[in-house]
Nanobody
Framework: QVQLVESGGGLVQPGGSLRLSCVAP????????MGWFRQAPGKERESVGA????????FYADSVKGRFTISKDNARNTVSLQMNSLKPEDTAVYYC???????????????????WGPGTQVTVSS
């Protein structure tokens, strides 16, 4: 397992942007596939998107496609989630997740991951 820490959450108006980051202190993420998930009150945790271990391939949920972008910087052991055109329904606690990955594989389900960060709150409201 890998210790993960998210940052960058906060309050933003509809239409605004936020950038979340996820780091693994003291560990390299170059062999790990990463995912971003979110959980709103009263709802199940859902996938936002995922990226393969090299950072070359990505997956996005339909609800965020075209608005959110995941990137991975293996040199800095960081995964980011750029969120644009935010909507009130994007309000949730956002989690990053990691798992040891084979080359080119992207993992979309919560059950695929064995390492989770504590989460960061994103609130979209006017």
């Amino acid at each position: 397992q890998v210790q993960l820490v998210e940052s960058g959450g906060g309050l933003v108006q509809p239409g605004g942007s936020l950038r979340l980051s996820c780091v693994a202190p003291g560990r390299t993420l170059s062999l790990y596939g990463m995912g971003w998930f979110r959980q709103a009150p009263g709802k199940e945790r859902e996938s936002v998107g995922a990226i393969d271990r090299s950072g070359a391939s990505t997956f996005y949920a339909d609800s965020v496609k075209g608005r959110f972008t995941i990137s991975k910087d293996n040199a800095r052991n960081t995964v980011s989630l750029q969120m644009n055109s935010l909507k009130p329904e994007d309000t949730a606690v956002y989690y990053c997740a990691a798992r040891f990955a084979s080359r080119g594989s992207i993992y979309q389900k919560t059950s695929d991951y064995n390492s989770w960060g504590p989460g960061t709150q994103v609130t979209v409201s006017s």
